[in-house]
């Protein structure tokens, strides 16, 4: 009984702190809003579930990313259409590089975070973890201990990230995605 | 109007987006996990029963052999239709272990890595294909056991075309319709799934940066 209350109520913590990031990660993972809306109850039912087997060894935070990540990569996985012509950070930066010029942008393009999801979608599920947690705001040793990266490699991937950003960012929306 | 500093910030932008207030109450959360649990238990029951009940079934009819079945006179034939039948009671038993060994997922911490959940999936797709490679390994029995039971019946009936061709024209017709279809879907199936395999191989290649 204890330590379903201690399951309860670490899931009534976890999803008051990082309900909004919860449903910011399926954004990042999902575009349909309904299969969206889906996969943030799976990432929540498998959160509540695994908070049973919570040994704080690690934060909870980096818990309910490793949880939600986990559970939304298989989302990817699972699901050949979104699956399909998914590229690599590398990939999206050199054809950046590449093009030079600035794609014709519609009306969603024009919307920030739309545009950032729009990119995270195009990704492979490593980078789209990363990139996730670098927009989260998260230091590269927590991301490291999410994904299971070297601290050398994150580091490398986020500063491509920065550096496609900054692009998109200063050509004021004209990237596409 | 936002400060245009931090419109330029893609962090702030991520982080400052609207959001929906989602969040599940652990009641929801109970009777949802109930749920799963309960689909999950009646599969392994249905799995579980299922063959028993075809064990049961050539057992059944392996006790009545001697007095119901088709004229079989000869002695030779009599055994091996008993011989066939037993072959079926025990394919039916050993088909929830066959079934459990291919067909059950095995668990994944919920807590995994990437590379953990991508080798997880991936397993699992090639769990599913060497099933379907091996299909015809776990179905040799049934055949085997099936061939004693309607050969003899078949070949009392040879001296007799009419008769012959009565006993085994639905057999071999079902046949017929069922091996192509089977093949072909096999076939599909198994590409499906080995492209799968190979783009989930490509996701585990980008792991090892």
């Known amino acids: 009984m204890a330590e379903a209350v201690s399951q309860d109520s670490l899931y009534e913590q976890a999803a008051d702190t990082y309900g909004a990031a919860l449903d910011r990660l399926a954004r990042a993972y999902e575009l349909d809003p309904e299969a969206r809306r889906d996969l943030l109850q799976e990432i929540h039912l498998q959160l509540w579930y695994s908070l049973a087997q919570f040994d704080q060894r690690c934060s909870l935070r980096t818990w309910v990313y490793r ?30 590089t590449m093009s030079g010029s600035s794609h014709e942008s519609d009306a969603a393009q024009n919307q920030a975070p739309e545009r950032i999801s729009g990119l995270i979608q195009r990704l492979k599920p490593l980078d ?10 998260m230091p590269a040793n927590s991301i490291s201990e999410i994904t299971g990266l070297s601290p050398a490699n994150v580091a490398m ?11 998109w960012f200063a050509e004021g929306g004209s990237h596409a995605g | 109007m936002p400060d245009k500093s931090t419109m330029n910030d893609p962090q702030n932008v991520w982080q400052n987006q609207p959001t929906e207030a989602f969040k599940m109450s652990v009641d929801q959360l109970r009777v949802k996990a109930q749920r799963r649990q309960k689909g999950a238990r009646s599969q392994v029951l249905r799995d579980a029963i299922m063959g028993p009940i075809i064990s049961a079934f050539f057992a059944w009819n ?11 006179g000869h002695p030779l034939s009599l055994w091996s239709t008993r011989v066939g039948l037993a072959l079926l009671s025990l394919w039916g ?4 272990f066959v079934l459990y060994k291919w067909v059950w997922p095995a668990r994944l911490a919920p807590d995994a890595p990437l590379n953990t959940t991508l080798q997880w999936y ?24 099936l061939a004693l039971v309607i050969v003899p019946a ?23 319709i069922w091996l192509p279809i089977f093949l072909y879907l096999r076939k ?8 799968e395999i190979d783009q989930l191989r490509a996701f585990e290649r980008d792991y090892q940066v």
């Open chain 1, 67 to 96: 949880v939600a990540h986990n559970v939304a990569t298989g989302h990817v996985v699972r699901q050949s259409r979104i699956r399909k012509g998914l590229v690599s950070l590398e990939e999206v930066e050199e054809a950046e």
């Open chain 1, 128 to 137: 789209r973890q990363i990139i996730v947690s670098y927009l989260e705001g």
């Open chain 1, 157 to 167: 991937k986020v500063h491509r990230i920065k550096n496609i950003l900054k692009r």
């Open chain 2, 62 to 72: 392996l006790i009545k052999v001697n007095h119901v079945w088709w004229g079989l």
């Open chain 2, 93 to 96: 038993v050993s088909l929830p």
């Open chain 2, 122 to 145: 991936r397993s699992q797709l090639e769990k599913g294909r060497d099933f379907e490679r091996r299909v015809w390994l776990i179905l040799i029995p049934a055949f085997v056991g």
């Open chain 2, 154 to 176: 078949l070949i009392s009936s040879i001296g007799n075309p009419r008769e012959f061709l009565q006993n085994s024209l639905p057999l071999f017709a079902l046949l017929a």
């Open chain 2, 188 to 195: 599909r199936r198994h590409g499906r799934r080995q492209k």
